[in-house]
C-alpha cells in the first residue's frame, strides 16, 4: 500500500471514529463536561482560572479520565458512571427530560485545586470565608448544572442519583423565585417554612411566603422520591418539626401540627409529599402530574396551579387530588383556597361530603397520619362521587350553551360580534363534550371496580366449609384457636379461619417463620397483626 492511500485510509478511520464517538454523544439527553479549576488567587472576586474538557461516553478519553481520577475523585467517577450507564436510573433521566425537550450540560466540578491565599504564604487559607469562597455547591445555572468534588468531599457518594435527578429536574422547570425567596441567609432547607422577609428595595413588601420557590425545590424533591420510594419516610419525618429563619441564620422551630396552611404550603417537603401522594395513589398518577407539569409551566408557577390544572382535566380525581392535599395542609386551607382548586360546585361537595372523614382519619394528628386520610382520599367512592359531581356540572354547562340564543347584546355588537361569540360557545363545548365523554368512561369504570371488589368482599366473609379435625384439636368457635390447635391442622399452609362474632373476618397463617395475623376488614383490605 503507498503512502498516499495509508495516509487516506487513517484519515477516514479517524473521521469514522469521530462520528461514531458523536452519534454515541448524541444518543444521551445530556452533555458531559470536567471543569478543573485551578488555584490559587489571592483577591476576593478575582476571576478563577478553569478549563473545561468534554467527556464523551464510551470515548478512550473518557475512559482515561473515569481510571485517572477514580481515587482522587471517587464522587465525580461515580457520578459519570450512573449517567453513562443505561438501566432504570437514565431511564428516569430520560424521561424527566422530556418534560421540556432541553439537551442539558451536566459539569462535573473538579475544585479540589481552588484555593484562597490572600496572604500569599504558598497555602491555602483555610478560614470559613475562604473555605465558602472555593467550594461549588451543587446547582443550575440556566440550562447546566454543577457537581462538584467538595460536595462529595463533605457528604459522600451514597446520594449521588438523588442529587443528580435533583438538579437536572430543574432543567426541566421554568417556575422563578423571588431574590429573598430562601430567607435573610440565602439558603434553604426541605423543612424549611420559605418567607421572603421583604423590605430593601422591595418597599412595597412587608413579607409573604415563598410558595412559588417552595414548589420550585419540592418538584426537584419529588423527582428522586419517584425513581427511589424507599426514601418516602424520611423526607415524611423531616416535616414533623419545621424551621424558619426569623432574621439572618437564626431560625425557630415550629410543629407540623402548628403550621398555618400559608406556612405548610411554603414548605418544599410538604409540597414533595403532596406530588408523590398523588403519583402512588391516583391512577396513572405519574402521568397527570407530568401533563399538568408540561402545561403550566411559566414563572410564576405555584403547586396549588399545577394541582387545578390537572383537576380541570381529570375531574374523577378531584376529591382524591383535594384529600390528599388538604390532609399534608393539616385540612387548614380556607374555603377560597378550595374553591380555586376544585370550582365552587366541586369545593362545596367536598367539604360537605368527605372533608370531616378524612380529617377524623389522622387520629394522630401527625404527618404519619396525613397519609392515612391521603391513602383514603383516593378510594374509589370518593372518586365516583367526584365523577357523578362533574358530570352533572358539565351537563348543565353544556345544556346552556346549546340553548344560546343572539340577544340584546349580540344585536348591539353586530353581525361580527354574533358570529365571533357563536365560535367560542361552540369551542367550549365541543371541548367540554370531550371531557363529559372521558368522565362518563371513567365513571363506568370506577363502577365497575367498585362491584367486583363488592363481590370479593361478599365471598371474604362468607363462612369457611367444616373441615374434619384432628380428634384433640377443638372446633374453631368462640374465642380464637390457639396455636396449638392450628399446629396439628393437617392443611399444607395451615391456614383455617372463623366467622368472627363482630363480623370480622379472622385468619391465621404461617409467614416467614412466624404466625400472623390478618384482619381482613368491612372493606376487605388486609393488614398483618403483630406475630401471635
Known amino acids: 500500500m503507498s503512502g498516499r492511500s495509508f495516509l487516506g485510509t487513517m484519515v477516514v478511520a479517524a473521521a469514522l471514529l469521530a462520528a461514531a464517538s458523536a452519534a454515541q454523544a448524541a444518543s444521551w439527553p445530556y452533555a458531559i463536561e470536567v471543569q478543573v479549576y485551578e488555584g490559587p488567587h489571592d483577591k476576593t472576586g478575582q476571576g478563577w482560572k478553569s478549563k473545561t474538557v468534554a467527556l464523551v461516553p464510551g470515548s478512550p478519553e473518557a475512559q482515561e479520565w473515569v481510571d485517572a481520577h477514580r481515587r482522587s475523585n471517587p464522587g465525580l467517577v461515580a457520578a459519570y458512571e450512573r449517567l453513562t450507564t443505561t438501566g432504570p436510573f437514565t431511564a428516569h433521566l430520560a424521561e424527566l427530560l422530556s418534560l421540556k425537550g432541553t439537551r ?8 479540589s485545586r481552588k484555593y484562597v491565599d490572600r496572604d500569599k504564604d504558598g497555602k491555602a487559607d483555610t478560614d470559613a470565608k475562604a473555605q465558602e469562597e472555593t467550594g461549588v455547591w451543587p446547582h443550575r445555572r440556566g440550562g447546566s448544572i454543577y457537581i462538584s468534588h467538595s460536595y462529595f468531599e463533605s457528604y459522600g ?53 415563598s410558595q412559588r420557590a417552595a414548589f420550585l425545590e419540592g418538584w426537584a424533591n419529588f423527582t428522586p422520591l419517584v425513581f427511589d420510594p424507599s426514601l418516602r419516610p424520611g423526607v415524611a419525618a423531616s416535616v414533623e418539626s419545621l424551621r424558619f429563619e426569623k432574621e439572618k441564620g437564626r431560625y425557630e422551630e415550629k410543629s407540623w401540627k402548628d403550621a398555618s396552611f400559608q406556612e405548610l404550603a411554603a414548605v418544599e417537603h410538604i409540597n414533595s409529599l403532596i406530588l408523590f401522594d398523588i403519583y402512588r395513589f391516583v391512577p396513572d398518577g405519574k402521568q397527570k402530574i407530568y401533563e399538568a407539569f408540561r402545561a403550566t409551566n411559566h414563572g410564576g408557577r405555584t403547586l396549588l396551579e399545577l394541582l387545578k390544572w390537572l383537576v380541570a ?8 387530588v383535594a384529600g390528599i392535599f388538604d390532609a399534608y395542609t393539616g385540612f387548614k386551607a380556607s374555603d377560597e383556597t378550595l374553591d380555586e382548586l376544585l370550582g365552587k360546585e366541586l369545593a362545596r361537595v367536598y367539604r360537605d361530603r368527605h372533608r370531616s372523614g378524612l380529617r377524623a382519619l389522622n387520629t394522630t394528628g401527625d404527618v404519619k397520619g396525613a397519609e392515612r386520610a391521603a391513602r383514603a382520599a383516593a378510594e374509589p367512592p370518593a372518586r365516583i362521587d367526584a365523577a357523578q359531581t ?3 356540572s358539565l351537563d348543565r354547562r353544556i345544556a346552556e350553551l346549546s340553548g344560546w340564543r343572539v340577544d340584546g347584546w349580540d344585536l348591539l355588537g353586530g353581525p361580527g360580534s354574533i358570529v365571533f361569540r357563536h365560535w367560542l360557545r361552540q369551542r367550549e363545548k365541543t371541548k367540554l363534550e370531550a371531557l363529559r365523554r372521558a368522565v362518563a368512561a371513567e365513571l363506568e369504570r370506577l363502577r365497575a371496580e367498585e362491584a367486583a371488589r363488592a363481590v370479593g368482599r361478599a365471598a371474604i366473609m362468607l363462612p369457611p366449609p367444616a373441615r374434619e379435625l384432628p380428634g384433640d384439636a377443638k372446633p374453631l368457635s368462640g374465642e380464637p384457636p390457639t396455636l396449638v390447635q392450628i399446629e396439628k391442622l393437617p392443611l399444607p399452609d395451615r391456614e383455617v379461619a372463623r366467622l368472627a362474632p363482630n363480623g370480622v373476618q379472622l385468619g391465621f397463617r404461617e ?16 393488614m398483618d397483626a403483630e406475630p401471635q
Open 390 to 392: 362533574s358530570l352533572a
Open 313 to 320: 382535566h381529570h375531574p374523577a380525581d378531584a376529591f382524591a
Open 157 to 209: 457518594e451514597g446520594a449521588v442519583e438523588e442529587l443528580l435527578i435533583h438538579e437536572l429536574s430543574h432543567t426541566q422547570d421554568d417556575t422563578g423565585r423571588e431574590s429573598g425567596a430562601y430567607g435573610p441567609d440565602g439558603d434553604h432547607y426541605a423543612d424549611e417554612i420559605l418567607f421572603d422577609h421583604g423590605g430593601g428595595w422591595k418597599f412595597w413588601d412587608r413579607g409573604h411566603y
Open 104 to 111: 442539558p450540560k451536566i459539569h462535573l466540578v473538579d475544585d
Open 511 to 526: 409467614h416467614g417463620g412466624d404466625r400472623l395475623a390478618r384482619h381482613i376488614d368491612q372493606r376487605g383490605f388486609g
